[in-house]
């Protein structure tokens, strides 16, 4: 079992930065990629940026440029710097992890991001 903890996110106008932090404990030994997912209201969960145990990254088009995530493995957290915000960043943002051989998610229980216009 892991479980995540997110911090940060709130409100923010467009064009400005918010981090977000989450923080695994528990099984944390067998996680494998760590990363950050958001659901607009109306819309589907969707990827947002994924790192790899050994720091590959990967991100959503939508956020290349803008967003940076990171990983500090002797800390065990995730972290998501999220700049140049629009109004259409905002949704709520679920730290997501998988772990083992078989590669079991887990969810953070999500922070809500509001950009205004």
């Known amino acids: 079992q892991v479980q995540l903890v997110e911090s940060g996110g709130g409100l923010v106008q467009a064009g400005g930065s918010l981090g977000l932090s989450c923080a695994a404990s528990?099984?944390?030994?067998?996680?494998?990629?760590m990363g950050w997912y958001r659901q607009a209201p109306g819309k589907q969960r969707e990827l947002v940026a994924v790192?790899?145990?050994?720091?590959?990254?990967n991100y959503a088009d939508s956020v290349k440029g803008r967003f940076t995530i990171s990983r500090d493995n002797a800390k065990n957290t995730v972290s998501l710097q999220m700049n140049s915000l629009k109004p259409e960043d905002t949704a709520v943002y679920y730290c997501?992890?998988?772990?083992?051989?078989?590669?079991?998610?887990?969810w953070g229980q999500g922070t809500q991001v509001t950009v205004s216009s």
């Open positions: 997501n992890c998988n772990t083992g051989v078989f590669r079991r998610e887990y």
């Open positions: 528990g099984s944390i030994s067998r996680i494998n990629s």
């Open positions: 790192i790899t145990g050994a720091g590959f990254t």
